[in-house]
């Protein structure tokens, strides 16, 4: 004998007097599926228990979902793996706290500091300190930054420009007794 599954409409949440158990009502109100379980009446497709989840979540295409949002974020998020794939980025913990990046490193917000608050300084490839300037002209104004000249602290026999012209054609070679700017 087949089976009969009965559907009825209605448009409020249905009863156990409106439906038997293992029929099948909708509320064309709410836009809502119900079932009568053996006396309970249970919304079908309502709230998911994501309480215990026993089955790998994967989106139904590649970059169509999100987790959160700009204003309701998730609090934590832990993992038991030691490495985040974050758009073909890898950020890795060794498990003893320290993290590196790979795939071009990290870029960090302006003035950012360590844990005891020691802000973070620029270095030259030599290892010497360095800091980036912003550079303006008179064509470009003081909203439009023409380059950036990137200074490193002074050391013996280091040139900050070579072959740099001034505004009157002549320009500053080499010349160990040259020093435009130090910090």
Do not use: C, H, W
């Not at 249970?42 to 979540?57: F, H, P, R, Y």
């Not at 026999?157 to 001034?166: K, P, R």
Request: aromatic residues 6%; hydrophobic residues 35%; negative net charge.
């Amino acid at each position: 004998m087949p089976t009969v599954i009965k559907l009825k409409r209605g448009t409020s949440t249905p009863t156990t007097s409106n439906i038997v158990n293992g029929e099948v009502a909708v509320d064309t109100s709410a836009k809502k599926l119900y079932i009568n379980d053996s006396g309970t009446i249970k919304e079908i497709g309502g709230n998911i228990d994501l309480s215990a989840v026993a089955q790998d979540i994967i989106p139904d295409g590649n970059g169509t979902r999100d987790l959160g949002s700009s204003t309701n974020r998730f609090a934590e998020l832990y993992l038991s793996g030691n490495t985040i794939n974050l758009g073909g980025a890898t950020i890795d913990s060794d498990g003893s706290g320290t993290i590196s990046i790979s795939a071009g490193g990290v870029t960090l917000p302006a003035d950012s500091k360590i844990a005891d608050g020691t802000r973070l300084a620029l270095e030259g490839a030599d290892g010497t300190p360095a800091r980036s300037v912003a550079f303006f002209t008179a064509a470009g104004g003081l909203s439009t930054r023409a380059t950036t000249f990137r200074f490193k602290a002074t050391t013996a026999n280091t040139y900050t420009f070579t072959a740099y012209t001034l505004a009157d054609g002549t320009s500053i070679t080499q010349d160990t007794g040259t020093t435009l700017f130090t910090f």
